[in-house]
Nanobody
């Protein structure tokens, strides 16, 4: 059974950094992607980054490009989101999610971790 567990959230001042981790288990096939999403109060869930297990390709949304970097440690089955130059508008619950390559949606979700950036 697929399980995703996020960690690393917390409170940080604007301009600071945090590193989120997503520990994945239960993926027996390598043909999947891990994405990072966030949802702030009063806003829709936003996809901000993803990485392909298949070829290592990455994506970052315009809102975080240049500040956030997704990476993976395949030996540890862990995906990271390094967040630098944090802004107050980055405050949200951050989720990691898993998607099989042929799926239309992310079917596996972690529990979320709170990131709060003080201005």
């Amino acid at each position: 059974e697929v399980q995703l567990v996020e960690s690393g959230g917390g409170l940080v001042q604007a301009g600071g950094s945090l590193r989120l981790s997503c520990a994945a288990s239960g993926f027996t096939f390598g043909d999947y992607a891990i994405g990072w999403f966030r949802q702030a109060p009063g806003k829709e869930r936003e996809g901000i980054s993803c990485i392909s297990r298949r070829d290592g390709s990455t994506y970052h949304s315009d809102s975080v490009k240049g500040r956030f970097t997704i990476s993976s440690d395949n030996a540890k089955n862990t995906v990271y989101l390094q967040m630098n130059s944090l802004k107050a508008e980055d405050t949200a619950v951050y989720y990691c999610a898993g998607k099989l390559s042929g799926a239309l949606a992310y079917d596996y979700w972690g529990q979320g971790t709170q990131v709060t950036v003080s201005s």
